[in-house]
């Protein structure tokens, strides 16, 4: 008795209750010769795990390799890849089995046996690292909890297990705990619990009824926390519901519930759900609602979920409204009907249901729900619409009619959504056999493969982590404030300005030397009629200079924007800055519109002598035009305004302007228009 007291450490030897467990945790500290049943190749977690499905599928471990033998590909059978591909084939086939059980969520075993897998997943082989024992410190990964738990349609899916390890491990560093794992089972248990509860109990059924419907989530009925309904001017309190085909809103009366009014979220109505702004009379000032909006109906409908702080339980319902009707409108897209449909939308059930038991982890608030609910992140993220591509070519090929039964030989253990629901609504399924194929399958896995779903997901998700990159970089520039955000447009133009500058001081000529030679270069370049060159060639170096940098910086850090902050100002000051700014802008718009009254005038002929002066100076401009090339033209344009700047410089613009008339004066035309300007002023 002292030596169990002391051994144990608690009372329990005491009363017999030692489980298949208990000695599997012995044994594992035993030395590997002593050890019953183990397999040498396999780590010890691995040998626990196997023989935990051994007794699951009622085969022993040496039937179970030879039939892995006979069913799985050679490449499957690799052996740097053979530990993990039939660790998955095990567990798969073990997890089949196990989900046929009514209320399996609720039995205490499975969160240990479900994590062991994923522990085991990790270090399948012998020369993994060792595990001593099993406890509960010990945590999983990314990768393992996206391999095993999709098998279990109620526990994730494909395409949100990545989202859903995110939320369960925000406080535990990105390591999933087995204490995180069990609350969210306890979470889903007793989600399952409610919906079973709610689906057979409700004052919906006269209308529900004829559809069959779930109901999923209900809210209005605490008086505390109700729900209001908008149309128009009117406001009534009262209880929502949500089923897998609509919504429902009861108006209160005194002491009971009025007819309900039906909106419908299966059928082409056009139906609109979108976020919406509420406040007393008919002002929009709190987010806190949604508005749903169909061709059947005259006015939109707005649902208002009124609560003291933020808008959680807003953005909740809007993401679960919005699953149903994203699931029935890729029913109606693909034409799935029946079954198929069917599958569709228990898809979107469990989603609603896995949503609901991580809401109730107290660290998972700040978790979008979007991100969990299947049809809401496909909706959103770039190459959504290739997921689900990819999910209804899998919905056509699945032979959903048949369960989740399977037998000794059988390549396929199909675990589908439907049948889950079935298994949740407490319905008795039939069972087939499937024919056998060369792939092990698993409801979406495959043995030792990476399934056409997994893919088109990860390939979609690496492409949002971009996007969300570039999104983070814009949100960082979008800082508050005029002056700050002038201080971070003038950091970014900094090279264009300092280009301006330099070719300002070429032109103030300052430095004789440097802006004759860049006066001949560029004089010579528009005469010989280069200026096209000339422009290919800087867009040549600024292509080369974007391939250099990527070669010479691939995977270096780009330098960040120090952007030198303005300085503070108190109110006062802020709105003095204001005025001062409305002013000059007042004062541009004056200059502005004094500038088209005066072309008005001139066009017009307000002031006959100036008009008449204007139209002889574009006459005069025309026959300049029409008598010379145009790479003269735009050479005489370009050493008048770049020696403009300057006319008392150390080079002269004097001479170079003397000589342009001088051979202004050497053009045939030019003396017979002067002469006659000349006689019709005298005649004026």
């Keep these: 008795m002292l030596e169990g007291l002391v051994k144990e450490g608690s009372f329990k030897w005491l009363l017999g209750n030692r489980n298949s467990f208990d000695e599997e945790f012995e044994d594992m500290s035993k030395p590997p010769t002593a050890r019953r049943n183990w397999i040498l190749e396999f780590s010890p977690i691995a040998n626990v795990v196997l023989r935990r499905c051994s007794r699951i599928i009622g085969i022993s471990l040496d039937n179970l390799r030879d039939n892995f033998g006979v069913e799985a590909s050679d490449s499957i059978k690799n052996p740097s890849r053979y530990a993990r591909n039939f660790l998955e084939y095990c567990c798969f086939r073990a997890l089949a089995l196990s989900t046929q059980v009514n209320d399996y969520i609720a039995d205490k075993k499975f969160p240990r046996l479900t994590y062991d897998m994923m522990l085991a997943w990790e270090a399948p082989a012998a020369s993994s690292e060792p595990f001593p024992k099993l406890d509960e410190e010990r945590t999983v990964g990314g990768e393992s909890f996206s391999r095993i738990a999709p098998s279990i349609p109620l526990i994730a899916d494909v395409i949100t ?116 702004l509420i406040g007393p009379w008919g002002t929009r000032l709190f987010d806190k609602a949604v508005m749903y909006k169909a061709i059947s109906l005259p006015e939109p409908v707005v649902m208002e979920f009124p609560e003291l702080k933020g808008h959680t339980r807003r953005d909740y319902w809007l993401a679960i409204i919005r699953e149903i009707l994203y699931a029935h409108r890729f029913a109606k897209k693909f034409q799935f009907k029946g079954v198929q449909r069917d599958e569709a939308l228990s898809r979107a059930v469990l989603g609603i249901l896995r949503l609901q038991a991580v809401q109730e982890l107290s660290h998972t608030g700040s978790v979008r729900n979007e991100a969990l609910l299947m049809f809401n992140l496909c909706d959103q993220i770039p190459g959504g619409d290739l997921i689900l591509e990819t999910l209804a070519r899998m919905f056509s090929s699945m032979d959903l009619d048949r369960t989740n039964n399977s037998t000794d030989g059988s390549s396929r253990y199909s675990i589908s959504a439907l049948v889950m629901m079935s298994n949740l609504e407490d319905a008795v399924g039939t069972s087939s056999i499937i024919p056998k194929e060369t792939r092990l399958i698993v409801g979406e896995m495959v043995v030792g493969e990476i399934t056409a779903l997994e893919r088109i997901v990860r390939d979609s998700r690496n492409s949002f982590k971009k996007v969300e990159l570039a999104q983070e970089t814009v949100n960082r520039v ?38 004759l030679v860049f006066c001949c270069a560029s004089t010579y370049i528009i005469s010989r009629g280069w200026l096209g060159y000339a422009f290919a060639l800087l867009l040549l170096f600024i292509a080369v200079f974007m391939v250099l940098t990527q070669c010479c910086r691939q995977g270096e850090p780009v330098d960040e924007v120090k952007v030198t902050a303005p300085q503070t100002m108190n109110t006062m000051e802020q709105l003095l800055a204001v005025k001062h700014a409305i002013s000059q802008v007042e004062e541009i718009i004056q200059e502005g519109n004094v500038v088209l009254l005066k072309l008005r005038a001139l066009l017009l002929s307000l002031f006959p002598q100036e008009s008449l002066r204007v139209a002889f100076g574009l006459l005069l401009t025309a026959l300049i035009l029409a008598s010379l090339p145009s790479k003269c033209i735009v050479t005489l344009i370009f050493l008048e305004m770049f020696t403009r700047y300057s006319p008392q410089r150390k080079v002269s613009s004097e001479r170079l302007k003397r000589r342009l008339r001088e051979w202004w004066f050497s053009i045939p035309a030019a003396p017979i228009v002067l002469e006659r300007i000349k006689e019709e002023k005298k005649c004026k």
Excluded: C
């Design 161 to 276: 297990s990545d989202n859903l390890f995110n939320a369960l491990t925000t406080s535990t560093g990105g390591r999933l705990q087995f204490s995180v794992y069990e609350k969210y089972l306890n979470g889903l248990e007793r989600a399952t619990r409610k919906f079973k509860t709610q689906s057979e109990s409700s004052l919906l059924s006269a209308f529900r009824s004829p559809k069959g419907e779930k109901i999923l989530e209900v809210d209005g009925t605490v008086t505390t926390q109700p729900v209001l309904q908008h149309v128009g001017t009117a406001t009534w309190p009262g209880r929502l519901t949500l089923t897998d085909h609509a919504l429902y809103f009861e108006p209160l009366k005194v002491m009971s519930f009025n007819k309900p009014k039906a909106y419908d979220l299966s059928g082409d109505l056009k139906q609109v759900v979108k976020p919406e």
């Design 478 to 515: 979008k800082v508050e404030g005029i002056d700050t955000n002038l201080a971070v447009m003038k950091e970014l133009l900094f090279p264009v300005t300092e280009l301006v500058k330099y070719l300002t001081f070429l032109a103030s000529w300052d430095d004789p030397m440097k802006s």
